[in-house]
């Protein structure tokens, strides 16, 4: 309590059935990853929740150890109930201080990651921010399997702690894949999708790349609200799964703002055919809550050989000015650069 350090015990009965082996485990980068997380995005706030209510680690220190069940009026009291009573796991909240938007995971073992983010930062108008949601979380616990052996563990001991490793492996790969991923569509978010389309471009690889945003995306949330409007955004990050392939690179740019990198895409010609592809998709997308109102994409696209001596950043320029130049025709609509 007087130092902030969260440790946990992991122990197991030997064989003997009175020998016991423990290691303590420091949950301190947990609270700094959380910290990391929460500073990057203004008005937004990351912590760990147990299952009885407490906080395990949180973006304000002066939140660790308390019980959220047990408060009744504050922010975090109210999100707790709603996830350990009523297991709601993204929902909207409207508070004396503010109005926020909570996304939660389940993590194996019952605890629960959460981050919050204040909607009336995220839906500023005109601000074109990438906002990442993903709490990344990594917890690291050092298997010495050597100091069992060390102890003359039997065969059925050994194999018990070999499933751990296995459990606390698998945990560590989910971890991995919220670290690259987009916490709202489950497409890459923008750093691991920059990474990876510079990768391509440094090994020579060519094709198309696509920016893309939703036309009048804040009409939509002042209409009929910010849950609505993301749904917009769910139902366009599906029709660019339906659209594009496994090694193609798709990527949430930040608030309605897509990306993809179509890898071989060599011509105009071949272009074109998938961006249709792309609208036809789009155009068979229902959202009872909009009255059958149909939302529209602007497109724009930039062909590279791999050859040029291109960046993410210049090619992201080029697709970028071809967008705002296919916005001046209404509905779906797309234009190349160059």
């Known amino acids: 309590m007087q130092t902030n350090t969260v440790m ?17 485990v420091s949950l301190d980068p947990l609270q ?30 002066d939140e660790l150890g308390k019980n959220y069940l047990e408060e009744a009026d504050s922010l975090g009291g109210a999100i707790a109930r709603k ?3 009523e297991k709601q796991m993204q929902f909207d909240l409207k508070m004396d201080e503010g109005n926020y938007s909570v996304y939660v995971d389940q993590l194996q073992g019952g605890w629960y990651s959460v981050s919050l983010i204040d909607s009336d930062v995220w839906y500023r108008p005109l601000q074109r921010t990438t906002l990442l949601f993903s709490v990344i979380l990594v917890v690291i616990v050092v298997f010495l ?23 606390e492996e698998k945990r560590g790969n989910e971890f ?36 893309l945003d939703i036309d009048h995306f804040k009409s939509f949330n002042d209409t009929y609200g910010h849950q609505y409007g993301d749904q917009v955004i769910l139902a366009v990050a599906d029709a660019l799964r339906s659209t594009f392939r496994a090694n193609d690179i798709t990527m949430r740019l930040g608030g309605d703002e897509f990306g993809v990198f179509a890898v071989g895409i060599a011509d105009r010609a071949m272009g074109e055919a998938i961006i249709r592809r792309l609208f036809d998709h789009l155009d068979a997308v229902e959202i009872a809550e909009l009255h059958k109102e149909k ?31 296919s916005k001046k025709t209404s509905g779906n609509s797309f234009a190349f650069s160059g």
Do not use: P, W
């Open 295 to 325: 939302f529209s994409i602007s497109v724009g696209a930039a062909l590279c050989t791999g050859q040029e001596d291109l960046t993410f950043d210049k090619l992201y320029a080029s697709a970028d000015s071809a967008m705002y130049a």
């Open 8 to 24: 946990m015990t992991v122990s197991d009965l030997m064989s003997d059935g009175k020998s016991v082996v423990a290691m303590d």
């Open 176 to 211: 991995q894949m919220l670290l690259e991923t987009d916490r709202m569509t489950g497409l890459y978010d923008r750093v691991c999708g920059e990474h990876k389309v510079e990768d391509l471009l440094a090994l020579g690889t060519g094709g198309m790349f696509l920016v």
């Open 83 to 85: 996830i350990l009573d």
């Open 32 to 61: 700094q990853i959380v910290e990391k997380v929460a500073s990057a995005t203004a008005g937004s706030q990351a912590f760990i929740l147990d299952t009885s209510g407490i906080v395990v680690a949180h973006s304000n220190m």
């Open 145 to 167: 399997c050597f100091v069992f052996l060390r102890l003359n563990a039997k065969n059925q001991a050994l194999q018990r702690l070999h499933n751990r490793v296995y459990q």
